[in-house]
């Protein structure tokens, strides 16, 4: 029995394939139309398809029982009044809150108003502030006053930097490193010790040399006394790294509280150092001697830099009383001798440049050993 081979799938008889392009063209339109028909076909079964699942689900929430409906009812009076009572306590108790806060920056602000107004001076730049601007100042307990005490009082010894240094009558150039004498009030007379060095180097170099010197100073390393650091998160937050405030003891009846302060700007640094004769934290002192101190480094040109120091030492206040030159000598135990009161207070202010002239020179030592 002969079987036919089979033809090949998807392959036309050769007698029926379309031989001309009229015949092609009809072939894909006929392909063409027969698709078109098959997607409309699979839409229409796909929407009926989801409109079903959506009649059934509109269905099942027609099933789902209904809420309950909310029925408000009034507050009763009692409960509002307990409500507007309470508001009204809490209004209150924030309003006496305020008025404390009220009070108490009232009392700050007298105090520091009466505070800065003690340091205030009208004199000519040219003498010595009078009073207690350089005097007796205290420094408050209230830690709020406190801090603004240290702050104020830095600045204003810098805000004073060229009053003293015209005070103690630096030359216009030079090197020098002495002590003068001046007249003061009370019958007294201050010390001043200068120290000025010009440096042939730009102001950058020299501060680097110097900054550690300067704070030795002013930490009081080079001197024999103890020291105490005080108050040192509330000066760090003044002004950290270049700030400090410390108690120097010299003696039973003596005590220093140095409040120490950097300054800079581009052509200008100032260190400055200012004694508070009171702290109301602290023991109040029998004898007590203002001592302040000012180092300026200045960009004299670009490849020069001035160095000016100045210790300023003013007369002892003894049991809160300003002692005379003749006082100051017999507790410093400087013999006068005999002669005319002219030529007293010139020995008294030989014996104090005598006294005071170690000191300088061990300072300018410690200034300047970086440059030897």
């Given at each position: 029995?002969?079987?036919?081979?089979?033809?090949?799938?998807?392959?036309?008889?050769?007698?029926?394939?379309?031989?001309?392009?009229?015949?092609?063209?009809?072939?894909?339109?006929?392909?063409?139309?027969?698709?078109q028909?098959?997607?409309?076909?699979?839409?229409?079964?796909?929407?009926?398809?989801?409109?079903d699942?959506?009649?059934?689900?509109?269905?099942?929430?027609?099933?789902?029982?209904?809420?309950?409906?909310?029925?408000?009812?009034?507050?009763?009076?009692?409960?509002?009044?307990?409500?507007?009572?309470?508001?009204?306590?809490?209004?209150?108790?924030?309003?006496?809150?305020?008025?404390a806060?009220?009070?108490?920056?009232?009392?700050?602000?007298?105090?520091?108003?009466?505070w800065?107004?003690?340091?205030?001076?009208?004199?000519?730049?040219?003498?010595?502030?009078?009073?207690?601007?350089?005097?007796?100042?205290?420094?408050?307990?209230?830690?709020?006053?406190?801090?603004?005490?240290?702050?104020?009082?830095?600045?204003?010894?810098?805000?004073?930097t060229d009053?003293?240094?015209?005070?103690?009558?630096?030359?216009?150039?030079g090197n020098?490193?002495?002590?003068?004498?001046?007249?003061?009030?009370?019958?007294?007379?201050?010390?001043?010790?200068r120290?000025?060095?010009?440096?042939?180097?730009?102001?950058?170099?020299?501060?680097?040399?110097?900054?550690?010197?300067i704070?030795?100073?002013?930490?009081?390393?080079?001197?024999?006394?103890?020291?105490?650091?005080?108050?040192?998160?509330?000066?760090?937050?003044?002004?950290?790294?270049?700030?400090?405030?410390?108690?120097?003891?010299?003696?039973?009846?003596?005590?220093?509280?140095?409040?120490?302060?950097?300054?800079?700007?581009?052509?200008?640094?100032?260190?400055?150092?200012?004694n508070?004769?009171?702290?109301?934290?602290?023991?109040?002192?029998?004898?007590?001697?203002?001592?302040m101190?000012?180092?300026?480094?200045?960009?004299?040109?670009?490849?020069?830099?001035?160095?000016?120091?100045?210790?300023?030492?003013?007369?002892?206040?003894?049991?809160?009383?300003?002692?005379?030159?003749?006082?100051?000598?017999?507790?410093?135990?400087?013999?006068?001798?005999?002669?005319?009161?002219?030529?007293?207070?010139?020995?008294?202010?030989?014996?104090?440049?005598?006294?005071?002239?170690?000191?300088?020179?061990?300072?300018?030592?410690?200034?300047?050993?970086?440059?030897?």
């Amino acid at each position: 029995m002969n079987v036919a081979t089979p033809k090949p799938r998807g392959r036309p008889p050769k007698s029926k394939r379309p031989q001309s392009a009229a015949e092609l063209k009809e072939h894909q339109r006929l392909q063409n139309r027969l698709k078109q028909q098959r997607f409309r076909e699979r839409f229409f079964i796909e929407r009926d398809a989801l409109q079903d699942q959506l009649h059934a689900l509109q269905a099942e929430v027609a099933a789902l029982p209904k809420p309950a409906t909310k029925i408000t009812k009034a507050l009763p009076w009692s409960e509002i009044a307990s409500i507007f009572a309470e508001a009204s306590n809490e209004a209150l108790e924030e309003h006496r809150g305020l008025k404390a806060k009220q009070r108490k920056l009232l009392q700050l602000s007298e105090r520091m108003a009466a505070w800065v107004a003690s340091m205030s001076s009208t004199v000519a730049p040219k003498t010595l502030p009078k009073g207690t601007v350089w005097g007796q100042t205290t420094l408050l307990a209230e830690p709020t006053s406190r801090r603004l005490g240290l702050d104020w009082y830095s600045q204003h010894l810098l805000h004073n930097t060229d009053r003293m240094l015209q005070y103690s009558e630096f030359p216009a150039n030079g090197n020098l490193a002495d002590t003068v004498i001046l007249d003061g009030q009370h019958d007294s007379v201050n010390v001043v010790m200068r120290i000025q060095h010009e440096f042939d180097l730009p102001l950058d170099a020299v501060m680097t040399g110097m900054r550690d010197p300067i704070w030795s100073l002013l930490r009081g390393d080079t001197r024999p006394y103890m020291v105490e650091f005080m108050n040192e998160e509330m000066v760090k937050s003044i002004d950290a790294n270049i700030m400090i405030y410390r108690r120097t003891v010299f003696n039973p009846e003596e005590s220093s509280y140095y409040v120490c302060r950097e300054f800079s700007t581009p052509d200008r640094i100032v260190f400055v150092t200012g004694n508070f004769y009171h702290d109301e934290l602290l023991p109040s002192n029998t004898q007590w001697c203002n001592r302040m101190c000012w180092f300026v480094l200045e960009r004299v040109s670009p490849t020069k830099t001035r160095l000016r120091a100045v210790f300023f030492n003013a007369s002892y206040i003894v049991n809160g009383r300003h002692i005379s030159w003749r006082e100051d000598a017999a507790m410093s135990e400087f013999d006068l001798g005999d002669g005319s009161e002219e030529a007293q207070v010139l020995r008294f202010k030989q014996a104090l440049e005598e006294a005071y002239y170690p000191m300088v020179h061990a300072d300018h030592h410690t200034l300047l050993e970086w440059a030897l």
